[in-house]
C-alpha cells in the first residue's frame, strides 16, 4: 500500500446500474429540458477520488438520493459525504463536484455544494453553510 493515505483500505461500494433517459417528445430547440437528479449524478458520479483510483459513487461519497434539483427556481444542491471524518480532501472533492457541474449546466443553475451534516470534523471549515 502507498503510504500517507488518509484512508488507506476504503470500502468499494457497488456501483448503480445506469438508467437510459427516455427521449423528450419536445423537438423545440429553443425550450429548455429539464434537468433532474438523475442528470445531475451522472454527470458528478464518475469524478475520481483524489486519493483513490476509484470514482465518487464508487466510495460512496455521492449518491443519487444526495443530489436536490429544482428545475423550477434553476437550483441544485449535492450533499457530499467524505470517506473518513478526517479527510483533508473534503474540499477538493467539493470543488471537484462544483465546477463539474459549473462547466456541465446552463449558467441560470445555482450550484450548492455541501459536506453531510457529521460526516467531517472541520465541517464548518469544509462547508460554510454548517451550523456546527
Known amino acids: 500500500m502507498v503510504s ?9 461500494y457497488p456501483k448503480k446500474e445506469r438508467r437510459l433517459r427516455s427521449d423528450s417528445s419536445n423537438t ?4 429548455p429540458e ?3 437528479q438523475l442528470e445531475i449524478f451522472d454527470h458528478i458520479r464518475d469524478i475520481k477520488d483524489p486519493e483513490h483510483p476509484n470514482s465518487l459513487e464508487d466510495l460512496r461519497v455521492v449518491t443519487e ?20 471524518e478526517h479527510c483533508s ?12 457541474l459549473l462547466r456541465s449546466l446552463p449558467a441560470r443553475y445555482k ?5 453531510a451534516p457529521g ?5 464548518d471549515a469544509v462547508d460554510p453553510h454548517s451550523s456546527k
Open 4 to 12: 500517507g493515505l488518509i484512508n488507506e483500505n476504503p470500502i468499494i
Open 28 to 31: 423545440d430547440e429553443f425550450t
Open 34 to 36: 429539464p434537468i433532474d
Open 65 to 84: 438520493d444526495s443530489v436536490e434539483v429544482d428545475d423550477e427556481n434553476s437550483y441544485v444542491r449535492v450533499t457530499f459525504t467524505p470517506t473518513v
Open 89 to 100: 480532501m473534503a474540499t477538493i472533492i467539493g470543488l471537484c463536484v462544483r465546477v463539474k
Open 111 to 115: 450550484i450548492d455544494i455541501r459536506v
Open 119 to 123: 460526516s467531517h470534523a472541520t465541517e
